[in-house]
């Protein structure tokens, strides 16, 4: 009886640890496949499914006459997923071999099996990739991918900018027209064999390519410019230099060059203030090439005329400051176009107090001086102007001259530009469509009245004929221009003696502008005048622009006068 109770007692224990395992298994079964049975089931997918994005081609960037500039090169991108690796050796070893990268960062890589996704090779030769494709080997795959590409190399590097690894706008016009010429990727989702072999695409979706863009700049107008540059910059010991080609009528940059300059290519290992397009980005005091501002001002007031004269010391006083004249002389009596013609800063200052501190306020708001000119290129800066209300008495002294005032190179290409457009300003760009479409389309403003552009065009043509910017002049060509020279602030308040900026900016033919061209030239040290540094480069890239764009002469008489020059 006892043992009867005793197998009975066992019986039921065993019964219930059976009952008791098929609960658990039961809750087990009921918990995966109720709660976690979207976890596992993504689990499978993802073992077994992939979804590969698949980039969308980025646009191309053409100068104006069709030549590319940035475009995406064809490259195959080849990763690989460790826990398909079988042979993690095998793996590197081929890598190494045919596509070059180091099996030795590669293979512990491979063996973490926690990861699913190793870049092997980025942007490798789609050749060298396809001969490690057919190895077969389990875990690799392969996809194509976009370099970005400059053909041009240096040519316009600081204005078409760069993109990054991940074909994305950097700098430049790739940055200010990533959007348009990114497109939109696309995507496939392929079945994967146990091996990690693609056997199916079961969805996808095409992508769309990025639009192309089609600058207004001149690759051979920029080259020439950069060329130029290089030149002065060597010639006379300079630290930087600058140009801005511009078409007056249209606001169309055909060049924006500077010097020194670095390869599009290799912008990853440049410094960025190299990579800065200094044309839009940085600011100088203008120096004498500013008083076309207070010409103006007076003529279109009706204070004065081209023909009206001053007496002027070679010294004035303003406030506490004693101001003079670059080269020393008596005392004279200049017209208003002599004062500009031979670059007086006496004269300037004594035509500014005639306009009074408001009244050349509001001349240089009407140029747009400290305020963005607008061109479609990213980090554009206003300049430096100081407000009216912060005047002190000897500013009257200082801004007349163009010292106390800081502007980019594109503001004051674009002032000389509305003298040359009879008086109406044109925004500048740097693009004219983008795709099928103009993405821009400039403003016009009028600045001053077209008689009193004529009158300013003739006495700036006398300032290369026979003042401060004789070296401006082009054989067979009118030129009309300003000299500047203007010391660099020292950072203490005050001015350094011995770090200077030339530069000239004039139009051609003055009969009739087809372009403007400005040279800015940064810490000269072998001379410093604008007349001397700045002058013979702009000739040298005017003379050039005007041939190769067939431009005919409009004074053939001074082609045969400086033929006749001994």
């Known amino acids: 009886m006892t043992?009867?109770?005793?197998?009975?007692?066992?019986?039921?224990?065993?019964?219930?640890?059976?009952v008791l395992a098929f609960g658990v298994v039961l809750t087990r079964a009921a918990w995966l496949q109720g709660v976690q049975a979207a976890h596992y089931e993504r689990m499978a997918k993802s073992q077994h499914r992939l979804t590969e994005k698949t980039p969308a081609g980025r646009g191309t960037i053409f100068d104006r006459t069709g030549v590319q500039l940035a475009i995406g090169e064809t490259t195959t991108t080849v990763f690989a997923d460790p826990k398909q690796i079988r042979n993690p050796r095998a793996v590197a070893l081929a890598a190494s071999e045919i596509l070059g990268v180091d099996g030795n960062i590669l293979y512990p890589k491979l063996l973490n099996k926690r990861s699913q996704f190793v870049y092997v090779a980025r942007f490798a030769d789609p050749a060298k990739a396809a001969l490690l494709e057919k190895r077969k080997l389990i875990g690799l795959g392969f996809y194509p991918e976009e370099r970005r590409s400059?053909?041009?190399?240096?040519?316009?590097?600081?204005?078409?900018?760069?993109?990054?690894?991940?074909?994305?706008?950097?700098?430049?016009?790739?940055?200010?027209?990533?959007?348009?010429l990114s497109g939109r990727p696309g995507s496939r989702t392929i079945v994967r064999d146990p091996?990690?072999?693609?056997?199916?695409?079961?969805?996808?979706?095409?992508?769309?390519?990025?639009?192309n863009v089609w600058t207004t700049l001149d690759h051979t107008i920029q080259a020439n410019a950069e060329s130029v540059l290089r030149q002065t910059v060597a010639d006379w010991g300079a630290k930087a230099a600058t140009a801005v080609v511009l078409d007056p009528r249209t606001g169309e940059v055909l060049a924006m060059a500077q010097a020194p300059g670095y390869n599009a290519n290799g912008a990853n290992d440049v410094r960025q203030a190299l990579q800065r397009n200094r044309a839009v980005t940085d600011t100088y005091e203008p120096g004498s090439t500013f008083k076309l501002v207070t010409v103006t001002g007076v003529l279109s007031e009706h204070l004065v005329t081209p023909t009206t004269t001053f007496t002027l010391p070679y010294t004035i006083q303003v406030a506490d400051r004693i101001i003079h004249d670059a080269e020393h002389r008596?005392?004279?009596?200049?017209?208003?176009?002599?004062?500009?013609?031979?670059?007086?800063?006496?004269?300037?200052?004594?035509?500014?107090?005639?306009l009074g501190e408001k009244g050349l306020a509001a001349w240089i708001k009407q140029f747009g001086f400290g305020q963005p000119t607008g061109i479609d290129f990213p980090g554009e800066t206003p300049g430096l102007v100081l407000p009216l209300e912060q005047w002190s008495g000897s500013t009257i002294g200082n801004v007349?001259?163009?010292?106390?005032?800081?502007?980019?190179?594109?503001?004051?290409?674009?002032?000389?530009?509305?003298?040359?457009?009879?008086?109406?300003w044109v925004q500048p760009?740097?693009?004219?469509?983008?795709?099928?479409?103009?993405?821009?389309?400039?403003?016009?403003?009028?600045?001053?009245?077209?008689?009193?552009?004529?009158?300013?065009?003739?006495?700036?043509?006398?300032?290369?004929?026979?003042?401060?910017?004789?070296?401006?002049?082009?054989?067979?060509?009118?030129?009309?221009?300003?000299?500047?020279?203007?010391?660099?602030?020292?950072?203490?308040?005050?001015?350094?003696?011995?770090?200077?900026?030339?530069?000239?900016?004039?139009?051609?033919?003055?009969t009739k502008p087809r372009l403007i061209v400005l040279v800015m030239v940064d810490e000269p040290s072998k001379a410093i005048w604008g007349g001397v540094v700045a002058a013979p480069a702009f000739a040298a890239i005017a003379k050039f622009d005007l041939q190769y764009l067939e431009v005919p002469p409009d004074a053939p008489e001074r082609t045969a006068l400086s033929a006749a020059t001994p």
Do not use: C, W
């Open 150 to 180: 400059y053909p041009q190399g240096r040519v316009a590097a600081q204005v078409i900018g760069y993109a990054g690894v991940d074909n994305k706008g950097l700098t430049g016009l790739e940055v200010q027209y990533d959007r348009k």
């Open 3 to 18: 043992r009867d109770k005793q197998a009975n007692r066992r019986i039921r224990l065993l019964l219930a640890v059976f």
């Open 429 to 510: 760009h740097l693009v004219s469509r983008v795709g099928g479409r103009a993405p821009f389309h400039p403003q016009h403003r009028r600045i001053m009245a077209a008689g009193v552009s004529r009158e300013i065009k003739a006495m700036l043509t006398d300032v290369v004929v026979g003042g401060t910017g004789t070296e401006a002049a082009i054989p067979g060509y009118t030129v009309a221009g300003k000299t500047g020279t203007a010391q660099k602030p020292d950072g203490h308040g005050g001015y350094s003696g011995s770090k200077f900026v030339a530069s000239f900016v004039g139009m051609v033919p003055a």
């Open 400 to 424: 007349p001259i163009g010292q106390g005032i800081a502007v980019t190179p594109m503001q004051m290409a674009t002032v000389y530009g509305a003298v040359a457009n009879d008086g109406v």
């Open 330 to 354: 008596g005392t004279e009596t200049f017209s208003v176009a002599q004062i500009l013609k031979y670059s007086s800063n006496v004269g300037a200052i004594t035509l500014a107090e005639k």
């Open 195 to 211: 091996f990690g072999r693609a056997i199916d695409v079961i969805s996808s979706m095409p992508e769309e390519p990025g639009s």
